[in-house]
């Protein structure tokens, strides 16, 4: 089965319709599929449900897809670094379901792995549990969560071999390591692709099995979220 493609468009080439979902990885700027990104603004679908730790910040990232009014609806955590999301759910152009970052880790780890849902203490009591199931177990209550499955699945890695097989550094391993088995279709971008054998078998993060369409998107520019500088002192 061919998994490397020569670039993004070609890798979603048949993938992108109206109204699916895509989940997408990344944290912030980090492990940020930015070239797939890129292609899904250029394809100009509309309609689109993201799961996503967060939506970029203005401009960059899934930010684009909101300046170019392609989203419906953003399964999110963290929003606070993105004033058009922001000005979009404020004006109700844009649904937000929010989601606990840690529950939203599981809930896509959980649909991976064929658990349509599980029980939680997170977001007892509060708006979170709103409309959903609440169970007791041994005296405390839990609420119900849906796992998650994309239509497709977009992430980040580091290096990845001819197989697929891939690795994340440091950081950016973040939400794309459970999104990469949130979807029966994973379209992968890297900075790097190996020969199969180059990596540590002990070292892989997702197994190839995953990964049906691949890409190595280098160069990159490695952007700063936020930049904190301080006066140097005098010798």
Same mark, same amino acid.
């Given at each position: !089965?061919?998994?490397? #493609?020569?670039?993004?468009? /070609?890798? +979603?080439?048949? +993938?992108?319709?109206?109204? !699916?979902?895509?989940?997408?990885?990344?944290?912030?700027?980090?492990?940020?599929?930015?070239? +797939?990104?890129?292609?899904?603004?250029?394809?100009?679908?509309?309609?689109? @449900?993201?799961?996503?730790?967060?939506? %970029? $910040?203005?401009?960059?990232?899934?930010?684009?897809?909101?300046?170019?009014?392609?989203?419906?609806?953003?399964?999110?955590?963290?929003? %606070?670094?993105?004033?058009?999301?922001?000005?979009? #759910?404020?004006?109700?152009?844009?649904?937000?379901? &929010?989601?606990?970052? %840690? /529950?939203? =880790?599981?809930?896509?780890?959980?649909?991976?792995?064929?658990?349509?849902?599980?029980?939680? *203490?997170?977001?007892?009591?509060?708006?979170?549990?709103?409309? *959903?199931?609440? *169970?007791?177990?041994?005296?405390?209550?839990? $609420? +119900?969560?849906?796992?998650?499955?994309?239509?497709?699945?977009?992430?980040?890695?580091?290096? =990845?071999?001819?197989?697929?097989?891939?690795? &994340?550094?440091?950081?950016?391993?973040?939400?794309?390591?459970?999104?990469? @088995? =949130?979807?029966? !279709? /994973?379209?992968?971008?890297?900075?790097?692709?190996?020969?199969?054998?180059?990596?540590?078998?002990?070292? $892989?993060?997702?197994?190839?099995? #995953?990964?049906?369409?691949?890409?190595?998107?280098?160069? #990159?520019?490695?952007?700063?979220?936020?930049?904190?500088?301080?006066?140097?002192?005098?010798?």
């Amino acid at each position: !089965m061919k998994k490397i #493609y020569p670039d993004a468009t /070609t890798a +979603l080439a048949g +993938l992108l319709r109206d109204d !699916m979902t895509i989940c997408c990885g990344g944290f912030g700027l980090s492990g940020m599929p930015e070239r +797939l990104i890129d292609a899904i603004e250029a394809s100009g679908v509309k309609g689109l @449900t993201i799961a996503s730790n967060n939506a %970029g $910040i203005d401009g960059v990232g899934l930010g684009k897809l909101l300046r170019s009014r392609q989203v419906k609806k953003m399964i999110s955590s963290y929003v %606070g670094e993105n004033k058009e999301f922001e000005r979009q #759910y404020l004006a109700g152009e844009l649904e937000v379901e &929010f989601c606990p970052q %840690g /529950t939203l =880790a599981e809930r896509c780890r959980a649909g991976g792995a064929g658990i349509p849902g599980f029980y939680t *203490k997170t977001g007892v009591g509060t708006l979170v549990a709103e409309g *959903k199931e609440v *169970k007791n177990f041994d005296g405390q209550d839990y $609420i +119900l969560e849906r796992g998650i499955v994309g239509d497709i699945a977009i992430i980040k890695g580091w290096k =990845a071999d001819e197989s697929g097989n891939l690795v &994340f550094r440091k950081t950016a391993r973040n939400f794309n390591q459970p999104m990469a @088995t =949130a979807s029966l !279709m /994973t379209v992968a971008e890297v900075e790097e692709i190996v020969p199969v054998g180059s990596l540590d078998p002990d070292a $892989i993060h997702v197994p190839g099995v #995953y990964i049906k369409r691949l890409i190595c998107g280098a160069p #990159y520019d490695k952007r700063i979220e936020f930049r904190t500088t301080r006066e140097r002192t005098a010798a």
